[in-house]
């Protein structure tokens, strides 16, 4: 009997057991099924309907990764890096060195590489993403990072020290490349490739500067030089729209479709400030206003002295490049004896400007446009633009362009000369825009305008109705290529001062907005 009541109460506990456990597998199952489900459907949505699920309560935190990672290409780059690196220090030394000698600050009497070693560490590629695929084009964002040993050591010269050698340590790279690949139905299958730094997220280039066998301050001020040499190098050749193309694989290509071209006419007025940091310690700060799209070619109003509401109501023509990216910036100075000093400075996007329509807008000045680093964050007062913005057609582009390099090849004989001392040297004069009427001879003499400095015509004039200046710098990896305008070369410096760009005359050297 206790047999049987055993056998019978064990088979029902088991038939139970296999039962309830079925049913948990099924219910797990279907439970798992569901979640997959619901996080497919999740995975599916997109920030703006996440908003809308979640209204007031979206969580910040949640991102959308736009990168895949390429840990394969960071190994392969690593065993690369060798024949890489060797190869580049030649290319490098050969694309920048002149750049170095284009770009640097009339403080500076040469620069030059005195070393140049990349290092044993590799970059590392923390993410790609293809932006776009168009017929016959691939263009991909990388995310690139490099917090490499290098060794580069750069050999200043100034008129007061013969030469002093300074060391980059610590170099640290973050940005972002945007890599154009063009194709062709030939091996290897793609004729030219075009590079470049976006310029949102800003790049950011970190280092410290120590002088080898001296003291930074036998040449006071070097570290900003450096510095601004540095930044105006990256933002005026490398930082899109501006752009490095290079042809490939020996195939005849046409690359004037892949390279920067003038893409618009800014038309700026400096009305007048308002309320400007008086900087003197007697009397009040002497005014002007310094213009520009690219740090190369920049224009300045005449001077207002004793005047911390100052009126100008001069204007400039300026080159546009790329209206989306490209900025105006607007920089107040001080005239002071020795260096000027900075009242403040603005920024204007050129995509808030409507094209065929004059605007005026008030702008507030600021420290510096990269507030993070300044303390000081009082009040600097507004300063008054009028803005007028024409998009090129076909035929005005492609003459602007052509005047470009007859611009840039005039001040590579100025150079020459004596007359400047590099590219970064303003002119005295006057100046327009280009396609303004624009002409070159080499007798120095002008219709209305000429370039005379100490009786010297240097064998190169600029004529025309008005003269601007622009240009491009060449590597040998490509053509750094970017278009912009300078304005105007005019009156004597004052009081012995070292003014950081063009001088003008009373009327702005061109012609108000239409």
Request: hydrophobic letters at 40%; aromatic letters at 6%.
């Amino acid at each position: 009997m206790g047999l049987t009541s055993g056998l019978f109460i064990g088979t029902a506990v088991g038939v139970a057991l296999m039962f309830g456990w079925s049913y948990m597998m099924r219910y797990r199952s279907t439970k798992r099924i569901s979640k997959a489900m619901d996080i497919k459907l999740l995975g599916s949505l997109d920030r703006n309907d996440l908003k809308k699920i979640c209204g007031d309560n979206f969580p910040e935190w949640i991102s959308f990764p736009a990168f895949e990672q390429a840990k394969w290409l960071n190994k392969q780059l690593s065993k690369l890096w060798p024949f890489v690196a060797e190869a580049a220090t030649a290319v490098i030394k050969e694309s920048v060195e002149p750049l170095l000698e284009d770009y640097r600050p009339p403080g500076i009497t040469s620069l030059k590489f005195g070393k140049l070693s990349l290092g044993t560490v590799a970059p590392k590629i923390e993410g790609i993403r293809v932006q776009s695929l168009k017929e016959g084009q691939i263009t991909m964002d990388i995310d690139f990072r490099w917090g490499g040993d290098p060794s580069i050591i750069l050999a200043v010269q100034t008129a007061l020290v013969a030469s002093i050698p300074i060391q980059l340590k610590d170099l640290q790279v973050f940005t972002i490349v945007r890599v154009i690949f063009q194709l062709a139905d030939e091996i290897p299958c793609i004729s030219a490739v075009v590079a470049a730094l976006l310029s949102e997220p800003k790049p950011r280039i970190d280092y410290t500067l120590k002088a080898v066998g001296g003291s930074l301050t036998a040449i006071p001020g070097i570290s900003d030089m450096i510095d601004d040499t540095v930044n105006s190098i990256v933002t005026d050749t490398l930082q899109w729209p501006h752009r490095i193309v290079v042809p490939l694989g020996g195939i005849p290509v046409d690359t004037s479709e892949l390279e920067l071209k003038p893409q618009g006419k800014l038309t700026v007025t400096v009305v007048r400030a308002n309320d400007l940091k008086n900087m003197e310690m007697i009397g009040k700060s002497d005014p002007y206003v310094v213009v520009y799209i690219r740090p190369l070619f920049k224009v300045k109003t005449k001077v207002i002295d004793d005047n911390l509401n100052p009126v100008w109501d001069q204007t400039f023509n300026l080159i546009a490049e790329d209206k989306e990216t490209q900025s105006l910036i607007i920089e107040v100075f001080d005239e002071d004896i020795g260096q000027d000093k900075r009242l403040g400075t603005a920024k204007l996007p050129l995509i808030e400007l409507e094209a065929e329509t004059v605007t005026e807008v008030d702008l507030r000045l600021l420290p510096s446009l990269d507030m993070l680093k300044i303390k000081d964050k009082k009040d600097r007062g507004t300063v008054t633009l009028k803005v007028f913005y024409h998009e090129f057609n076909k035929e005005e582009q492609l003459a602007a362009l052509e005047e470009e390099k007859q611009i840039l090849e005039a001040r590579k004989k100025l150079k020459e000369a004596g007359v400047i001392g590099s590219t970064m040297d303003a002119l005295d004069g006057a100046a327009s825009l280009v396609g303004s009427g624009v002409g070159m001879v080499g007798t120095g003499i002008g219709a209305g305008v000429g370039l005379v400095g100490s009786g010297i015509g240097a064998g190169v004039g600029l004529v025309g109705s008005g003269l601007g200046a622009v240009g491009s710098g060449l590597g040998k990896a490509g053509r750094f290529m970017g278009r912009s305008i300078t304005g105007h070369l005019s009156s004597s410096r004052r009081n012995g001062s070292t003014n950081p760009v063009n001088d003008t005359p009373e009327n702005g050297g061109s012609h108000p907005p239409q």
